[in-house]
C-alpha cells in the first residue's frame, strides 16, 4: 500500500491544484486585463450569476447530508452570506447591483435568459454532486476557495483603470468576497485534511478538486465561444 502524504504534504498539493483555477483562462486573462468589451462583460456577469444562484443550494445540499452538527452550524454562514439574512442583503443581491453597474436589467439577470447551456450543464453537475457525493467529499470541492482571493483582488486592482463606465459601487460583491473566502478556507480545508486520510483517499480528495475547478473552466470556455469567438449556441443548427 503506499504511504499516505503527510498533512503538510497533502495540503501543499491542493493548493498547487491553484495552477489550474480560471484565473488562468484566456477569457478571465482579457477581462483583467482590459480588453474584455461591454458585451463580454455584461456576457459573463450574466452567466456568473447562475453560478452564484446555485452555491447556497449547493451548500444547503451538503447540510442536508452532513451528520456533524458543528460543521453543520459553521456551514450555514455560507448560505446567509449568498442568500442574506435580517439587515444584510448578501451575495447574490451584491451581484445583482454588479449586474445593474455594468448596464443591465436585474430582472434579465434573474431570469437566466442569457444563461449559455454549456454554462447551465456545468453549474447543474456541480449541484448534483454536491447532492449525491458524501459531505466531506462535497466540501472538499469547496476548496476552489483556497485560490478565489486572489482573483476578486485582481478584480479590484485592474478593473476600475480598464473599464471606467462601470459604477464602481457595483464591486462590493468582490470586496465582501475577500473576507469571507477566506474565512471559509480553513473551515473547509480543515474537513478535508481530516477526513482524507490514506493515500487513495487523498488522491481522491485532489480529483475532486479537479472536478470542481473544471466547472469553472468550463463555464469559461463556453462564455469564451460564444462572446469571443460569437458562435452562440446551436449555431449550426437551422432556426426553428
Not at 451548500?59 to 452532513?66: H, Q, S, V
Not at 470541492?141 to 486572489?150: K, M
Request: proline share 3%.
Amino acid at each position: 500500500m503506499t504511504e499516505a502524504w503527510s498533512r503538510e504534504e497533502f495540503e501543499k498539493k491542493l493548493r498547487d491544484k491553484g495552477q489550474l483555477y480560471h484565473i488562468h483562462h484566456p477569457f478571465q486573462l482579457n477581462m483583467n486585463s482590459g480588453k474584455s468589451s461591454k458585451a463580454q462583460i455584461q456576457g459573463w456577469v450574466a452567466n456568473r450569476f447562475y453560478y452564484q444562484t446555485t452555491i447556497p443550494m449547493k451548500d444547503a445540499a451538503i447540510m442536508a447530508n452532513c451528520t456533524e452538527r458543528e460543521v453543520r452550524r459553521n456551514w450555514i454562514q455560507r448560505i446567509l452570506d449568498h442568500d442574506g439574512a435580517d439587515g444584510e442583503d448578501g451575495g447574490i443581491e451584491a451581484w445583482l447591483r454588479l449586474s445593474e453597474a455594468v448596464g443591465m436589467n436585474r430582472q434579465e439577470i434573474i431570469s437566466h435568459e442569457h444563461v449559455l447551456p454549456g454554462v447551465r450543464f456545468a453549474c447543474d453537475a456541480y449541484l448534483n454532486f454536491a447532492r449525491t457525493a458524501s459531505w466531506q467529499e462535497a466540501a472538499c470541492s469547496s476548496l476552489t476557495e483556497l485560490f478565489a482571493p486572489e482573483i476578486h483582488q485582481k478584480r479590484l486592482d485592474t478593473w476600475p483603470d480598464h473599464y471606467d463606465w462601470i459604477d464602481i459601487q457595483g464591486y462590493q460583491y468582490f470586496r465582501k468576497r475577500l473576507s469571507e473566502a477566506r474565512r471559509d478556507v480553513q473551515h473547509g480545508l480543515n474537513i478535508t485534511l481530516d477526513y482524507f486520510k490514506t493515500r487513495e483517499q487523498q488522491e481522491h480528495a485532489l480529483g475532486i478538486l479537479q472536478f470542481k475547478l473544471d466547472v469553472l473552466w468550463s463555464m469559461l470556455d463556453a462564455m469564451q465561444i460564444a462572446y469571443f469567438y460569437a458562435e452562440p449556441p446551436f449555431h449550426s443548427c437551422p432556426e426553428v
